[in-house]
């Protein structure tokens, strides 16, 4: 059987640039969707820790308005309150984790062709899981060298499922965290 192919050159260069352009426009809105997700999850977590923050400086005000009255009041039972609080503000701090630069450190890791569509960590047991997709075989195991090759994360496992296919690949790859990140160093 012979084929013909009547398409011109240019043609065909125009049909594949049209790909090419399709493609990164795909990724980019898969990109700054998951980018929105994360930054609103940041921003009401900024929120929730602000409402927190704020509630126990208004107990602390009350308590202060109420030294201050110089009513009859137990100045055990203050001081014990007082300190309460400073070590509820103390556990919201050690619990708060700045995402923003841990997040920009990952993202350095991430190769052209490949998209994450979730990261999970589990500080208790420094295990992570990254789920997503890579345009080719080459751009996943690239990204699994740079895992591998970083200073963050360590026993990297990756399903052969993941190397089966050779384009368009759905991957998981999941592993432990080797050095305390920046914002993980108080946990």
Do not use: C
């Amino acid at each position: 059987m012979i084929t013909l192919n009547l398409i011109s050159p240019v043609q065909k260069e125009a049909n594949r640039f049209q790909k090419n352009y399709s493609l990164l426009r795909r990724i980019s809105i898969i990109f700054l969707s998951v980018l929105l997700i994360v930054v609103a999850f940041l921003f009401i977590a900024q929120v929730l820790l602000e409402n927190k923050l704020d509630s126990i400086t208004q107990e602390t005000l009350a308590l202060k308005q109420n030294i201050e009255k110089e009513e009859p009041i137990d100045l055990e039972k203050s001081v014990k309150n007082f300190n309460n609080l400073l070590i509820n503000i103390n556990q919201i701090q050690s619990e708060y984790t700045n995402w923003t630069s841990e997040l920009k450190n990952i993202s350095s890791l991430v190769p052209p062709g490949v998209t994450l569509s979730s990261f999970v960590l589990q500080k208790n047991t420094s295990e992570f899981k990254f789920t997503g997709k890579a345009a080719t075989r080459d751009a996943l195991l690239n990204f699994k060298d740079s895992l591998e090759n970083s200073d963050f994360f360590t026993e990297i496992q990756s399903p052969i499922s993941n190397l089966l296919t050779k384009v368009n690949i759905n991957f998981e790859l999941s592993g432990k965290l080797v050095t305390v990140m920046t914002g993980l160093e108080n946990q």
